[in-house]
């Protein structure tokens, strides 16, 4: 089995893709199973820049194969200086806790939202880095969603806004969604496994 680090230390982001690819012959390993941690600039002005800043500096750092992801947030009808764009979790120089990012992304569906909704598109970008040092990124965007004034009860651990953004279709919590909800609505990332799994094997 291959093993592949992601860049990252958020444990919620590692499950997302944990399974599909041990599915495939892959494991998945944070930050904190390899013990290592990197000041890293993200500088990049897309997500995929920072994705790539990401990926190259623990690659150099362990010489494995290293996936590095980011993500940019826009919400609808909300002034761009106030667009969280690629500082989702900083604000005003800030980094939030999951609670203040509750309380700061509720504010704006109170003071912009339409009806307590307000909403929204995630654009990802991912940068694999093979064994070989060969560089490929991919990008895909969520937008059949908006953010509600009133959290759910249940709160995911590293992405808390998941606990205010509903599914259009189905008007059900993020984190309240069940494995039949998925189908319904076809939520899935089997492209994004498809991905990594092809540019690892590369």
Not at 72 to 99: M, S
Request: proline share 2%; net charge negative.
């Amino acid at each position: 089995m291959k093993k592949l680090l992601f860049a990252t230390s958020n444990q919620s982001k590692l499950n997302r893709f944990k399974q599909g690819l041990l599915e495939n012959d892959i494991e998945l390993l944070s930050l904190k199973d390899l013990n290592i941690n990197i000041d890293v600039n993200e500088n990049g002005k897309t997500a995929i820049e920072n994705a790539l800043i990401k990926a190259r500096a623990y690659y150099n750092e362990t010489h494995m194969p290293v996936m590095g992801m980011d993500d940019t947030l826009y919400l609808e009808g909300v002034p761009e200086d106030k667009q969280p764009g690629l500082y989702v979790r900083r604000v005003n120089g800030k980094t939030l806790t999951d609670e203040e990012m509750i309380k700061h992304y509720t504010g704006l569906v109170k003071q912009y939202g339409t009806n307590g909704k307000l909403d929204c598109k995630w654009v990802y970008g991912l940068a694999v880095i093979n064994q070989k040092g060969e560089e490929s990124t991919y990008t895909w965007s969520k937008e059949n969603f908006y953010m509600v004034e009133k959290p759910s009860d249940k709160i995911n651990k590293g992405y808390p806004l998941n606990s205010i953004s509903k599914y259009k279709n189905l008007d059900k919590y993020f984190t309240e969604i069940t494995e039949e909800d998925k189908e319904l609505i076809k939520v899935n990332e089997d492209d994004v496994i498809e991905f990594i799994t092809k540019s690892v094997n590369n």
